[in-house]
């Protein structure tokens, strides 16, 4: 688990999402659409 505002900047949600191997968290639900972007950018990226 991340400590809220551990991470990168604290004024930006860019880096409020953590990557662990296969776990994507994100620290609140204002991140959700920088979760979107990782999660597409994983997926096709794997698929090449």
């Known amino acids: ?4 505002n551990s991470v990168g900047d604290p004024s930006t949600l860019v880096d ?3 990557i662990d191997g296969k ?4 620290q609140d639900d204002p ?13 096709t990226t794997s698929s090449k």
């Open 31 to 43: 991140t959700a659409r920088e979760m979107g972007r990782q999660l597409a950018r994983l997926l």
């Open 16 to 18: 409020d999402v953590v």
């Open 23 to 26: 776990v994507l968290t994100g």
């Open 1 to 4: 688990m991340v400590p809220p």
